[in-house]
């Protein structure tokens, strides 16, 4: 009997979460053909573990103050480049190392956030090692880290922001 109900349960929800794809594919076209250009900037961080300071501006920033970036004693912003993201084009952000990240406007989810995957190339190389893809709010930064550089570590910071105005 307890068997039937889960089978039940689940193609109760299999059916509704067929109708809410069909739904919200409509929605997201909507919102996609109605946004052609999203402004970004991009946080390029040296982050260290020995002591020293953090830039006042990071110090706002949560995610940094959570594992693993809560290690870093010392983060200091090494430029804040700003720029447009188009859906399904790249859009480059070179690093002080040398390799260049690649970030890609997926789309623009029904509720508003923006799917965006991150990329970084490797030195002497045309191709990208795909790092992510997030889901992000608008406002709200996302972080990669891994790059080591003058005795650190690049954080590289992304902020989707449609409230923002590129230069």
Known sequence: ???IR???LFGVLLGASTASAQGSSLARSDRAATISKVPAEVLVVLAKEEPGEIDPQLKKLTALRRPPFNSFRSMQIL?????????????LVSLPNGRR???????????????VKAAINRPGKSD???????????????????????????????I????????
């Open 128 to 158: 990208y090692l795909p790092l992510l893809q997030v889901v992000a709010s608008a406002g709200d930064p996302f972080f990669v880290a891994g790059q080591t550089y003058q005795g650190g570590t690049l954080v590289v910071g992304v």
């Open 6 to 8: 889960h089978l039940l």
């Open 101 to 115: 990240v690649k970030l890609t406007l997926l789309r623009v989810m029904p509720d508003g956030r923006y799917k």
């Open 1 to 3: 009997m307890t068997l």
């Open 79 to 91: 430029s804040r480049p700003k720029l447009t993201l188009t859906p399904g084009k790249d859009a």
């Open 160 to 167: 989707v922001d449609p409230k923002k105005t590129t230069q």
